[in-house]
């Protein structure tokens, strides 16, 4: 049997790049005083916003995270204690 990618065929599996590369968004710069949206924090991260908002549901923080409400009952997520998780530091 014959396989797309197999010797004969011209076509190589190095000049193919992965999928996870083509679409790459760079996560949010988490800088000290600034505050991340539930979608921003998800992107430095790596999961579903979703992900976020059920254990906030379950457990009352994300990973030790705690936001604060906006006026505008949107979620803010402090920088600050997010770059301190991010170092390893104790939240």
């Known amino acids: 049997m014959d396989y797309p990618f197999s010797q004969g065929s011209g076509i190589s599996f190095n000049a193919i790049e992965p999928i996870?590369?083509?679409h790459q968004v760079p996560p949010p710069n988490p800088t000290p005083g600034r505050i991340f949206s539930t979608e921003d924090l998800a992107q430095v991260f790596?999961?579903?916003p979703a992900s976020i908002r059920s254990a906030l549901s379950r457990s009352g923080h994300y990973m030790g995270l705690k936001p604060f409400k906006l006026p505008n009952?949107?979620?803010?997520w402090p920088a600050n204690d997010v770059v301190r998780l991010l170092?390893?530091?104790?939240?």
């Open 20 to 22: 996870t590369t083509l």
């Open 46 to 48: 790596h999961v579903e």
């Open 73 to 76: 009952r949107r979620l803010a």
């Open 87 to 91: 170092n390893g530091e104790e939240l």
